[in-house]
Protein backbone atom coordinates (compact mmCIF):
# COMPACT_ATOMS: atom_id res chain seq x y z
CA UNK A 1 0.00 0.00 0.00
CA UNK A 2 1.03 3.39 -0.51
CA UNK A 3 -0.19 6.79 1.11
CA UNK A 4 -0.30 10.07 -0.69
CA UNK A 5 -0.73 13.32 1.61
CA UNK A 6 -0.97 16.33 0.18
CA UNK A 7 -0.17 20.37 1.57
CA UNK A 8 -0.26 23.78 -0.13
CA UNK A 9 -3.83 24.57 -1.07
CA UNK A 10 -5.57 27.49 0.24
CA UNK A 11 -6.71 30.87 -0.51
CA UNK A 12 -5.35 33.47 -3.34
CA UNK A 13 -6.29 36.35 -5.18
CA UNK A 14 -6.28 36.07 -9.29
CA UNK A 15 -2.66 35.65 -10.69
CA UNK A 16 -0.83 35.08 -7.27
CA UNK A 17 1.11 31.47 -6.69
CA UNK A 18 0.51 28.88 -4.74
CA UNK A 19 2.79 25.73 -3.68
CA UNK A 20 1.32 21.98 -3.52
CA UNK A 21 3.50 19.00 -1.80
CA UNK A 22 2.78 15.52 -1.87
CA UNK A 23 4.55 13.04 0.02
CA UNK A 24 4.46 9.80 -0.75
CA UNK A 25 4.97 6.90 1.92
CA UNK A 26 4.75 2.59 1.81
CA UNK A 27 5.19 -0.07 -0.79
CA UNK A 28 6.83 2.75 -3.46
CA UNK A 29 8.66 1.23 -6.19
CA UNK A 30 11.49 2.94 -8.13
CA UNK A 31 9.80 3.45 -11.51
CA UNK A 32 6.46 5.25 -11.09
CA UNK A 33 4.57 7.90 -12.29
CA UNK A 34 3.51 10.96 -9.77
CA UNK A 35 0.70 13.38 -10.90
CA UNK A 36 -1.88 16.19 -10.09
CA UNK A 37 -5.48 16.32 -10.64
CA UNK A 38 -7.70 18.79 -10.14
CA UNK A 39 -12.15 18.61 -9.87
CA UNK A 40 -13.63 21.77 -9.67
CA UNK A 41 -17.19 21.71 -8.56
CA UNK A 42 -19.87 19.79 -10.86
CA UNK A 43 -17.27 18.93 -13.58
CA UNK A 44 -15.45 15.57 -14.07
CA UNK A 45 -11.84 15.21 -12.08
CA UNK A 46 -8.93 16.13 -15.29
CA UNK A 47 -5.52 16.06 -15.25
CA UNK A 48 -3.33 18.80 -14.26
CA UNK A 49 0.52 17.42 -14.86
CA UNK A 50 2.55 14.24 -14.50
CA UNK A 51 6.36 13.85 -13.85
CA UNK A 52 7.84 9.88 -14.12
CA UNK A 53 10.45 8.82 -11.57
CA UNK A 54 13.14 9.88 -14.26
CA UNK A 55 11.64 13.56 -14.86
CA UNK A 56 9.86 13.44 -17.77
CA UNK A 57 6.77 15.65 -17.48
CA UNK A 58 3.46 16.36 -19.10
CA UNK A 59 1.25 19.16 -18.66
CA UNK A 60 -2.74 19.76 -19.44
CA UNK A 61 -2.76 23.04 -22.40
CA UNK A 62 -4.78 24.92 -19.95
CA UNK A 63 -1.84 24.81 -17.22
CA UNK A 64 1.65 25.04 -19.38
CA UNK A 65 3.77 27.57 -18.68
CA UNK A 66 1.95 28.73 -15.64
CA UNK A 67 2.44 25.32 -13.43
CA UNK A 68 5.59 23.15 -13.36
CA UNK A 69 5.49 19.98 -11.54
CA UNK A 70 8.76 18.46 -10.20
CA UNK A 71 10.05 15.66 -7.83
CA UNK A 72 11.92 14.68 -5.40
CA UNK A 73 12.64 11.01 -5.13
CA UNK A 74 15.01 10.61 -2.39
CA UNK A 75 11.98 12.15 -0.16
CA UNK A 76 9.82 10.49 -2.56
CA UNK A 77 7.62 13.91 -2.90
CA UNK A 78 6.17 15.42 -5.46
CA UNK A 79 5.08 19.38 -6.11
CA UNK A 80 3.11 21.64 -8.06
CA UNK A 81 4.44 25.19 -8.19
CA UNK A 82 1.43 27.41 -9.34
CA UNK A 83 1.83 31.05 -10.82
CA UNK A 84 -0.56 33.23 -12.84
CA UNK A 85 -3.24 31.58 -10.91
CA UNK A 86 -6.76 32.37 -12.56
CA UNK A 87 -10.49 31.91 -11.18
CA UNK A 88 -10.63 28.93 -13.24
CA UNK A 89 -8.45 26.82 -11.17
CA UNK A 90 -10.12 26.88 -8.15
CA UNK A 91 -10.42 23.00 -7.40
CA UNK A 92 -9.70 20.45 -5.22
CA UNK A 93 -6.41 19.51 -6.19
CA UNK A 94 -5.49 15.62 -6.17
CA UNK A 95 -2.04 13.84 -5.75
CA UNK A 96 -1.79 10.49 -7.73
CA UNK A 97 0.83 7.89 -7.94
CA UNK A 98 0.78 4.98 -10.25
CA UNK A 99 3.24 2.02 -10.47
CA UNK A 100 3.30 -1.62 -12.10
CA UNK A 101 3.52 -4.36 -10.15
CA UNK A 102 3.29 -8.27 -11.25
CA UNK A 103 1.69 -6.67 -14.41
CA UNK A 104 -1.15 -4.88 -12.43
CA UNK A 105 -1.55 -0.88 -12.28
CA UNK A 106 -1.61 0.46 -8.63
CA UNK A 107 -3.40 3.45 -8.49
CA UNK A 108 -2.96 5.24 -5.22
CA UNK A 109 -4.38 9.23 -4.61
CA UNK A 110 -4.64 11.42 -1.95
CA UNK A 111 -7.04 13.16 0.28
CA UNK A 112 -6.90 16.07 -1.80
CA UNK A 113 -6.56 19.47 -1.11
CA UNK A 114 -8.39 23.16 -2.01
CA UNK A 115 -6.98 25.57 -3.95
CA UNK A 116 -9.23 28.40 -4.50
CA UNK A 117 -8.85 31.43 -6.37
CA UNK A 118 -10.53 34.82 -5.60
CA UNK A 119 -10.53 38.65 -5.14
Known amino acids: QVQLVESGGGLVQPGGSLRLSCAAS????????MGWYRQAPGKQRELVAT???????NYADSVKGRFTISRDNAKNTEYLQMNSLKPEDTAVYYCNLKQVRALNIDDYWGQGTQVTVSS
Open 51 to 57: VTSGGST
Open 26 to 33: GSILKTNV
